[in-house]
């Protein structure tokens, strides 16, 4: 920092103690050729949050890695679940309680993690998670029966998974303020390039190799992620304080409280369409096994702009609360036209503008989210309490939605009608939060 001069104690010009104490990171990173401003003082770096471009986007590199071997791998659940189907000889519906309750573990275990984050526990927490990662994956390609794909891909690899996603939310989240939401739609791309290279490793490899082996290459894959992403992490250092895992006091918050709320309803009707895409397409439209993997492919493929796009918008012209709310509504809208898709070109055109609303949503809300705290201290705890609400609906909706096919006899109305339905409660619930927040309460 360059030393004071008297002169700036009394600068009007924005480079006083003012400026100097409130200046964040997207400053550092988005070095331009003005001189910076005068520091009147030596402020704590924690306070300053002096970060180089290099660390900050390290960061986020570090955190698409994590969404990479975790959600990258459960967006191409569509694939596992029609070979289990096939292998184990169970219903679509039993298959789906495994990836529930896998995607149920990375949210709900961020009620725990969480607070390890702010307690300074980051790294112990990555390399926790990714050992279980790895070992879930390998003990997956051994599976022969139902029980033990559930404590494999669901249990093992679940907690895996719960240890990396609120850490890895918060770590972007310290190292931006402006610029967060489209820091962590960066990382978040993890989830359809995973989502896209994992089904392709399927492709590839199955028949030459056999579908153990796949799972097992996927797994080094994984594994060398881990090693990378050990070594570039550089979390961000906060006030350590010992706290409860949950602050009941948040949720007196009635911006807070409807937030929560809202995203329950809305997560529990948007995957169901990641889990039976797949089995709709061979059922109702006659889709052959390679045309449904192509399926899945063009969903995690239009996730990339619904994430990049959504989230730069919501940073440079609405603000990320505002952006979201429309793509909820669209979420909601499009899983009701699906009642309507009949024929192989309305069904791409579904899953394309699905995949777009779906992955703007999945982006936003954590950043979203993390504007309801402003405690940096407290981020992660605050961050995980919701991903604990938003587990109870990953963990009940897909099999839920599988209920609803066997009740209407192979009929996908009731689902349909079930996704649309809760997701426009959620879409309600979700604006009262906004106004809330606008009014300050």
Same mark, same amino acid.
């Given at each position: 920092?360059?030393?004071?001069?008297?002169?700036?104690?009394?600068?009007?010009?924005?480079?006083?103690?003012?400026?100097?104490?409130?200046?964040?990171?997207?400053?550092?990173?988005?070095?331009?050729?003005?001189?910076?401003?005068?520091?009147?003082?030596?402020?704590?770096?924690?306070?300053?949050?002096?970060?180089?471009?290099?660390?900050?986007?390290?960061?986020?590199?570090?955190?698409?890695?994590?969404?990479?071997?975790?959600?990258?791998?459960?967006?191409?659940?569509?694939?596992?679940?029609?070979?289990?189907?096939?292998?184990?000889?169970?219903?679509?519906?039993?298959?789906?309680?495994?990836?529930?309750?896998?995607?149920?573990?990375?949210?709900?275990?961020?009620?725990?993690?969480?607070?390890?984050?702010?307690?300074?526990?980051?790294?112990?927490?990555?390399?926790?998670?990714?050992?279980?990662?790895?070992?879930?994956?390998?003990?997956?390609?051994?599976?022969?029966?139902?029980?033990?794909?559930?404590?494999?891909?669901?249990? &093992?690899? =679940?907690?895996?998974? *719960? @240890?990396?996603?609120?850490?890895? %939310?918060? $770590?972007?989240?310290?190292?931006?303020? #402006? /610029?967060?939401?489209?820091?962590?739609?960066?990382?978040?791309?993890?989830?359809?390039?995973?989502?896209?290279?994992?089904?392709?490793?399927?492709?590839?490899?199955?028949?030459?190799?056999?579908?153990?082996?796949?799972?097992? &290459?996927? =797994?080094?894959?994984? *594994? @060398?992620?881990?090693?990378?992403? %050990?070594? $570039?992490?550089?979390?961000?250092?906060? #006030? /350590?304080?010992?706290?409860?895992?949950?602050?009941?006091?948040?949720?007196?918050?009635?911006?807070?409280?409807?937030?929560?709320?809202?995203?329950?309803?809305?997560?529990?009707?948007?995957?169901?369409?990641?889990?039976?895409?797949?089995?709709?397409?061979?059922?109702?439209?006659?889709?052959?096994?390679?045309?449904? $993997?192509?399926?899945?492919?063009?969903?995690?493929?239009?996730?990339?702009?619904?994430?990049?796009?959504?989230?730069?918008?919501?940073?440079?012209?609405?603000?990320?609360?505002?952006?979201?709310?429309?793509?909820?509504?669209?979420?909601?809208?499009?899983?009701?036209?699906?009642?309507?898709?009949?024929?192989?070109?309305?069904?791409?055109?579904?899953?394309?503008?699905?995949?777009?609303?779906?992955?703007?949503?999945?982006?936003?809300?954590?950043?979203?989210?993390?504007?309801?705290?402003?405690?940096?201290?407290?981020?992660?705890?605050?961050?995980?309490?919701?991903?604990?609400?938003?587990?109870?609906?990953?963990?009940?909706?897909?099999?839920?939605?599988?209920?609803?096919?066997?009740?209407?006899?192979?009929?996908?109305?009731?689902?349909?009608?079930?996704?649309?339905?809760?997701?426009?409660?959620?879409?309600?619930?979700?604006?009262?939060?906004?106004?809330?927040?606008?009014?300050?309460?």
């Amino acid at each position: 920092m360059l030393p004071l001069k008297p002169s700036d104690l009394n600068n009007d010009s924005g480079s006083g103690l003012e400026t100097a104490s409130n200046e964040m990171v997207d400053y550092d990173i988005e070095t331009d050729a003005r001189s910076p401003p005068v520091a009147p003082l030596q402020l704590q770096s924690d306070d300053v949050q002096e970060h180089s471009r290099l660390t900050a986007w390290s960061q986020v590199f570090v955190a698409f890695l994590l969404v990479f071997n975790g959600f990258g791998y459960f967006s191409s659940f569509g694939l596992f679940e029609s070979q289990w189907v096939e292998i184990l000889h169970s219903s679509p519906s039993a298959i789906a309680w495994v990836g529930s309750l896998m995607i149920f573990l990375l949210f709900f275990l961020g009620i725990y993690s969480g607070p390890m984050m702010d307690a300074g526990h980051f790294r112990s927490l990555i390399i926790c998670g990714l050992v279980f990662q790895i070992i879930g994956v390998f003990t997956t390609s051994l599976v022969k029966s139902y029980w033990q794909l559930i404590l494999a891909q669901g249990i &093992v690899q =679940g907690i895996g998974n *719960g @240890f990396h996603f609120t850490p890895l %939310v918060t $770590l972007v989240s310290l190292y931006f303020d #402006k /610029n967060r939401a489209f820091a962590l739609s960066v990382s978040a791309c993890g989830a359809p390039i995973g989502g896209i290279v994992f089904p392709l490793i399927s492709r590839q490899l199955s028949d030459k190799i056999g579908y153990p082996w796949t799972i097992r &290459v996927m =797994g080094f894959l994984m *594994g @060398f992620n881990g090693i990378v992403i %050990v070594l $570039l992490a550089r979390p961000k250092k906060v #006030k /350590n304080e010992r706290r409860s895992l949950v602050d009941l006091a948040a949720f007196k918050e009635l911006a807070y409280l409807f937030y929560a709320i809202g995203i329950f309803f809305t997560l529990w009707g948007l995957y169901i369409a990641y889990f039976y895409t797949s089995t709709f397409g061979k059922a109702k439209i006659g889709l052959s096994d390679s045309d449904s $993997l192509t399926l899945l492919l063009v969903l995690n493929a239009a996730g990339i702009p619904g994430r990049l796009i959504p989230a730069f918008m919501g940073d440079r012209l609405f603000g990320p609360f505002n952006t979201m709310l429309p793509f909820v509504m669209g979420v909601s809208i499009m899983l009701l036209v699906w009642m309507r898709v009949d024929s192989t070109g309305g069904f791409y055109a579904f899953v394309i503008i699905y995949g777009v609303c779906a992955n703007a949503v999945q982006t936003l809300f954590p950043s979203t989210l993390s504007t309801f705290t402003k405690d940096p201290s407290k981020m992660g705890q605050r961050i995980g309490m919701v991903f604990g609400v938003a587990s109870l609906a990953c963990l009940t909706g897909p099999p839920l939605a599988g209920v609803m096919i066997s009740v209407g006899h192979g009929s996908y109305l009731y689902l349909q009608l079930y996704g649309g339905v809760s997701v426009l409660l959620g879409f309600v619930l979700l604006c009262i939060s906004r106004f809330f927040q606008f009014r300050g309460m």
